[in-house]
């Protein structure tokens, strides 16, 4: 009989770890193509934002994007740009909400929360997107160069970790 019971124990601990192996737990910031391949997958940890650094097409002054990230909704927003210059190709006029200061040799504007699922940058040599979150940077142009790249967050689960 200990045999049996035995065996039944150790079968509801296997069904266990397996159940639990598909139930997400990890936030990571994803970024896919327009066909939804992952081009990265990066685990956010402790991190309360990322960042989008690149170059105006247009005036070609630095721009810095700084998005808050909310992990339990899976959501973010903009939060502040800093830009190098602002002029041509800029918004003429602030929006309701936004404000805006010098900020050494930045224009620094910061946004009302406006929640996001997922934010889109076109990757070009010359603009050099840059998104960092933590220590990590990835240059989104030598990843999928000339190619719309997608942002978003996801919880994985163990089982899309270890086999996806």
Request: aromatic fraction near 12%.
């Amino acid at each position: 009989m200990k045999c049996c019971s035995a065996r039944r124990s150790l079968l509801l601990l296997l069904a266990t770890f397996v159940l639990l192996s598909f139930i997400p737990f990890q936030t990571n910031l994803a970024v896919k193509n327009r066909q939804g391949q992952y081009i990265e997958l990066i685990p956010v940890g402790n991190s309360d934002y990322f960042s989008v650094t690149f170059r105006h097409s247009v005036n070609k002054g630095e721009i810095i994007e700084r998005y808050q990230i909310d992990k339990k909704n899976r959501i973010f927003y903009l939060q502040t740009g800093w830009f190098e210059s602002y002029g041509a190709g800029m918004m003429d006029s602030l929006a309701d909400g936004v404000s805006m200061r010098e900020e050494g040799k930045y224009l620094r504007l910061d946004f009302p929360a406006k929640n996001l699922t997922q934010v889109s940058y076109a990757a070009a040599g010359i603009a050099d997107h840059v998104l960092q979150i933590g220590d990590k940077k990835i240059h989104l142009f030598e990843e999928n160069p000339y190619k719309t790249n997608i942002i978003s967050l996801e919880k994985r689960s163990l089982w899309q970790i270890c086999f996806h």
